[in-house]
């Protein structure tokens, strides 16, 4: 499996984003998808994951309620919808695939990884 990032620019605080994670290859149903950022100058964190058996969605504290992650296995596509963006949501975001099935929030789990969209929110 291969993932592409697109969707990331720059908007205003307040508004709204969707970040789309395309991947190719074969049994992408069975990979639990999850998008992590990366702030400036700070460490990869874990956003929001969907599991491979049953889409089941976890998110980071700081985006619940915000944000939405959501699967579409025959597209082989992962989505993030991102409302009321705030400046501090702005990071380097990264989606990833794990094959394990444990649903980790850790970014170790993941053995895949696309190269990251850029979204910045301005003040």
């Known amino acids: 499996v291969q993932l592409v990032e697109s969707g990331g620019g720059l908007v205003q605080a307040g508004g709204s984003l969707r970040l789309s994670c395309a991947a190719s290859?074969?049994?992408?149903?069975?990979?639990?998808m999850a998008w992590f950022r990366q702030p400036p100058g700070k460490e990869r964190e874990f956003v929001a994951l969907?599991?491979?058996?049953?889409?089941?969605?976890n998110y980071a504290a700081s985006v619940k309620g915000r944000f939405s992650i959501s699967r579409d296995d025959a597209m082989n596509t992962v989505y993030l919808e991102m409302f009321s963006l705030k400046p501090e949501d702005t990071a380097v975001y990264y989606c990833?695939?794990?094959?394990?099935?444990?649903?980790?929030?850790?970014?170790?789990?993941?053995?895949?990884w696309g190269r990251g969209t850029q979204v910045t929110v301005s003040s």
């Open positions: 969907v599991m491979w058996k049953d889409a089941t969605a």
């Open positions: 990833a695939a794990d094959s394990s099935g444990r649903g980790s929030w850790s970014p170790h789990t993941y053995a895949i």
């Open positions: 290859g074969d049994f992408f149903g069975w990979y639990t």
